[in-house]
């Protein structure tokens, strides 16, 4: 792009600048569990729909899904994404100290910012293409459920990304730029064991709790021997009610993460199969509640490229003195004594493995993604209550605004100049290999769409198991 066309589609973002930083704070002062989110996703909406594109709402039968259209003569089809589910158990005020406010949920991924910032970022593009006079078509896909590793996941599978040819995204993480490099593959299940109530003194017959302890220890002492390169975590989410009442249900959500899909795969069906004989040895039943599925990141160094190109033409983010003192009171607070270290420069990051997973990742092995990264303190860890305060600060708005204004500026690019996305298809056919990709497996699709709450109070019914 030419001079002119840069500075016209910075001028369009500058309009929507104050619309992203308001939308931020309205989703953080109303955080939403998974798949629960029907005011973020009505905002955001609201907001693209008086912008100017066509809305499908209650997408692909997800009820705080939607998806948001515009086009202009013949060019590529560009999608951004938007998340804006929060996590239980991280509610804080936006301060400098642990304060809780009552909330169920917290921002502690920082979802109230990618979800404004990707949608401020689709808003100018399109103003700014509609000026221009460049074809193509953005595609706005609002996903819920990514905290889970299962909106996405769900969304692709039932075509929400049908001819798509580029994604683009944005998550903060503890370094700025755009970012070529994997994440780990997700396999997520709950497992409900059930027993028989009966007094607590007398001997232990069919107790829920003893199968599903049994069920973790036994996992445990086989993970160095069988899958000491995998990340295996669990919590217990139904445990009894008393010591006096012998449980008869008890409920562990198991979590393998590994770089290899098929590898993480393996281990969750071997963990499956310890939960099953644990079951049995107590005199159980077990029910596998199977949840979601998803590949990491497939790098893809040509669309990174290209969207690093247009970041440097923002620069890194800008930090006030005042926003640099209150992180560093932040991290004061969270880890007296540990310092602060904040990556304050620009690169092109195609290093190592990042070790979380994204639901995204599931769709980037079939169309090529780019995504933008901006830096949070080293001391402040996610999904923690401090991250929660800083994504409702405004110490913590200038990472998500320079990538905002990063991705409209690239969404405009690859329209007017498709040989990028070109280029990047053609690497993405090379790193796959001509492999056939089997769909990743997701499930409790009956449960979140239709009562979601249940989910997050343990009282969901549903049978379902990764083979589906």
Not at 43 to 61: I, T
Not at 99 to 105: D, H, K, M, N, V
Not at 301 to 306: I, K, P, V
Not at 361 to 367: D, N
């Amino acid at each position: 792009m030419n001079d002119q066309q840069i500075a016209a589609i910075r001028a369009q973002w500058a309009k929507v600048r104050g619309d992203v930083v308001r939308h931020m704070r309205l989703m953080w002062e109303q955080p939403e569990l998974p798949n629960m989110e029907t005011f973020a996703a009505g905002r955001l909406a609201d907001w693209l729909e008086d912008s100017g594109f066509d809305l499908e709402r209650g997408a692909c039968g997800l009820p705080t899904a939607f998806i948001a259209r515009w086009s202009q003569g013949d060019g590529p089809r560009v999608a951004l994404l938007l998340e804006y589910d929060a996590l239980p158990g991280t509610d804080n005020a936006a301060v400098s100290r642990r304060e809780a406010r009552g909330q169920r949920a917290g921002h502690a991924c920082g979802h109230n910012q990618i979800g404004a910032a990707n949608a401020g970022a689709a808003i100018a593009a399109k103003a700014a293409m509609a000026e221009l006079g460049v074809g193509g078509e953005i595609v706005v896909l609002g996903c819920p459920a990514e905290e889970i590793v299962w909106g996405k996941v769900a969304m692709f599978s039932r075509g929400a990304f049908h001819g798509i040819d580029a994604i683009l995204t944005s998550h903060g993480d503890g370094r700025n730029g755009a970012a070529s490099m994997p994440c780990k593959a997700v396999w997520s299940s709950e497992f409900v064991f059930m027993g028989e109530a009966g007094h607590g003194g007398s001997p232990p017959k069919n107790n829920a709790l003893d199968a599903a302890e049994l069920a973790v220890q036994s996992l445990e002492r086989l993970r160095a021997h069988h899958f000491a390169d995998t990340s295996v975590e669990h919590v217990l989410r139904v445990g009894g009610h008393m010591p006096s009442v012998t449980p008869d249900e008890a409920r562990v959500w198991l979590v393998v993460r590994h770089e290899d899909f098929d590898r993480a795969g393996e281990v969750y069906r071997f963990a499956a199969d310890i939960f099953r004989r644990a079951s049995d040895s107590v005199g159980t039943s077990i029910r596998e509640q199977f949840i979601a599925s998803t590949r990491g990141y497939l790098p893809n160094h040509a669309l990174g490229r290209a969207l690093q190109r247009n970041l440097e033409v923002v620069g890194p983010p800008q930090w006030s003195a005042d926003d640099l003192a209150w992180m560093e009171a932040l991290c004061g607070a969270i880890r007296p004594g540990g310092g602060f270290t904040l990556d304050r420069d620009l690169a092109f990051h195609t290093e190592g493995v990042d070790p979380y997973g994204q639901d995204d990742g599931e769709a980037s092995w079939r169309i090529p993604l780019a995504r933008v990264n901006w830096a949070a303190p080293d001391q402040i860890p996610y999904h923690n209550w401090a991250y929660t305060a800083l994504t409702g600060h405004g110490a913590g708005d200038a990472g998500p605004l320079m990538a905002s204004q990063g991705l409209a500026l690239a969404t405009v690019d690859l329209c007017a100049d498709p040989a990028v996305i070109h280029e990047a298809k053609a690497e993405l056919a090379e790193r796959v290999g001509g492999a056939t990709l089997a769909a990743a497996p997701y499930g409790a699709f009956e449960t979140l769409t239709r009562d979601p709450a249940s989910f997050w109070d343990s009282t969901w019914t549903e049978k379902t198991s990764f083979d589906q």
